[in-house]
């Protein structure tokens, strides 16, 4: 019995994106890397074409972390205390991208400063051949003071800059447009909120080539079905042609699976749960697997092991 | 899929004769569409038109059920292709395979590690769904020994796996019962192997290598009179796999297509080298369209990995899994046990309640009402707030059950602590730390704070 197979021929297409700029493009990455571009749901090739896999970021921080498990610090070694040898030992460990994290703090507890942070980029720039991408601590007034400095040192790089939320938007977008970055917009895990900053950021200028949406993430087992759905519907509403959603996605599984119980710790935990390292790992490879899945472009993850497991995976599904 | 009023009305005798109830014979179409009446209702309804009317009334995939006497695995009948559509009703049973060319002891061994797991996630108990029993060895009294076996250490249902159908009847009959899935019936065995399901009224998986012939044999099959039916549309690599399953899910829900309109059974083990890439591939399955996964690897970390993103997955968008809201209390605790207080999403709650519980510190756990929701979620939507916290240490009537007013509220919401002092007079508070993992070590200072 001759089956027709059900085909989705999709309207919409997300946007391709560049990250980082070669020295022909007046940068200094040694190579582009570049996200988006599909017309299909994730690794549907009956659908339509992805151009460009999903990609691994590995999340390194400007500082030796305080509260990260046992399990990462092991896995990276030394190089936790010098965010250039971190870079150069992402970039060796398969990463196509090296997302640097700064602190709101430097060594002795005080406050990172606009210097501290060119310097750290700086150092990250030279250290690895990747496009870069750099996160501020994560609040508004230090965010704006360090990403603008970040943004003018590594101007012409194509960076992405984060975390661009509502509340902060107009600053780092402003750096962005002036220094040739991209920036990422990150979203409490909403349909209309991701669009509504999408569409201020677009507002300001910035070419919708240079954004990537950050839906907000949550691990397997605490939460992370929202954050698929959320994906699923935004991946959704862009195939079906609405432009504001059509833009790659970044996440960060890394940071959401390290902190809870099952991937940070070894201790006093049920026998069910079984061997700690094989279970942290899978945690946050099943994690990264699954928001793949749903439509993530960028995952951005911490240990080296989970990294190799989502890369295999992400080529079997590209090789078909 | 569900007919519409004016299609039904169409399949009636339309005269309008009310013997039904209704007015006329439109009147009563619109209440079937609506499934507020029954077709039995009228008497004068053709024997042709009610088997369309069924036909249509049957769900797009067919909800297919295996047995044992300790357990029930109901999958397929899913109605949506995203789970925020709606929901996704039936989670995908896990198996974990043997073969009957093990040692007898080593089958043994297997199966009942993989069924005396359970593991407990935000206060569900979790564990797998059964064993399925593979005739490696081709002889029947192998694959009897195997399945007698595997029967002696669980009561949960079974898949047996055999293409000869003499080694599936000595399967069954060591099956003595459960009602398992019988895999599988090929374009080579298809007849004798239905012949053995319909006998022994269990349904038959039938492995074809392209749709096109998939739905072939699903119509034979069904039409020697076994409508039990699951689907190996013989892919084992996840690429292929996702594809095939999307279009079967496709195929089921937007083309109505009988033929296909079954669930799916897949073997993640096949397509892996070793533990954590089943994981994934399994993980892929649960998401994206499975009915059945038969595991070739049992680890206690992979097992509570996919129990818990099958819980994830299969869980009604519409609705978080809630506790109810009141006074918790954890280890005996006694009138100088410290206060602490969260909201009722459930995986808050147990998040907290393992830590305390854990810590084997006795304490008072007050849960808030906050419409199911996390605690910064709650926070942001204005559901946990300092009022909120107030009233509910009010409500709870903690204030009777101890000697002093320390209440501890979690770090993530640190700066409501001004306000909580200002709503709850008399009241010291206290901030947590944000992660519930820093909880006991925090308890253990408590009395110095
Ligand atoms: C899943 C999620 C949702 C889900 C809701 C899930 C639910 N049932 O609650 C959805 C998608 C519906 C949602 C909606 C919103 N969300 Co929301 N959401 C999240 C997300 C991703 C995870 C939350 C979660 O489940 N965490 C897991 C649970 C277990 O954590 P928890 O409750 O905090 O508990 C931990 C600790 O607090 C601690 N703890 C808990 N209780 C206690 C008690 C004591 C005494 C102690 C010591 C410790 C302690 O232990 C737990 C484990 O460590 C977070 C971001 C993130 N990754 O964390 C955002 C987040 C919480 N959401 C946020 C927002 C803004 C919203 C919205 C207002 C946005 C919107 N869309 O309009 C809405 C509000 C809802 C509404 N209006 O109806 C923000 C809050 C911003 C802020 N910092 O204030 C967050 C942080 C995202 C962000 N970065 O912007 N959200
Ligand atoms: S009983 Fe049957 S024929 Fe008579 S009105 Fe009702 S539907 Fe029509």
Redesign the interface.
Known sequence: MPVEIPVEKWPGRVVEETLGATAAEGGTRSRVVKVGGENTLPFMFTDGEMPNPPRVAIEILDRRPKDWSPLLLEAWGDVVDDPAKWAKAAEEAGADLVLLQLSLTRDGDRPTTAADARAITRAVLQATGLPILVFGPGQVDADNELLVAVAEEAAGERIVLGICEEKNYRTIVAAALANGHLVNGRTAMDVNLAKQLNILIADMGLPLDRIIMDPTTASLGYGIEYGYSVMERLRLAALQGDKMTQLPMLVTPGFEVWRQKEAKVGEGVPASWGDWRQRAVLWETLTATNLILSGADIVVLRHPETVKRVQAYIDRMMAR | MALTGLQIYKLLPQTNCKECGFPTCLAFAMKLAAKQAELSACPYVSEEAKAQLDAAAAPPIRLVAVEGPGHRVEVGNETVI???EKTFYHPPGLFLRVKDSWPLEQVKGAAKAAMD?????VGMNLHLDGVAVEAASGNPEAFAAAVKAVREVTDRPLILMASDPAVLKAGLSAADGVRPLLYAATAENWQAVAEVAKAANAPVAVRADS??A???LT?KVKGIGVPDIVLDPGVR????T??TL??LR??AL??N?R??GYPIITFPGEGASD???E??LA??HI??YAGFIVLDRF????????L??RV??Y?N?QEPIKVQPGVYEINNPTADSPVMITTNFS?TYF?VANEVD?SGMPGWLLVADAEGM?VLTAW?AGKFDAEKIAKTVKTTGIEEKINHRKLIIPGAVAVLMGEVEEELPGWQILVGPR???DL?GYLKLWKSF
């Open positions: 995203f789970r925020h797991y359970s593991v407990t996630y749709l096109d998939l739905a072939d119509e690599d996840p690429a292929g996702l594809t999307t279009h496709r195929l937007k083309k297509f033929p296909l533990t954590i890439e994981a994934q993980a892929e998401a994206k680890a206690p970390e992979m097992v509570y990995a996919l818990a993103w994830n997955i869980t968008p995986i998040s854990g996390s942001a992660e519930a993992v006991p």
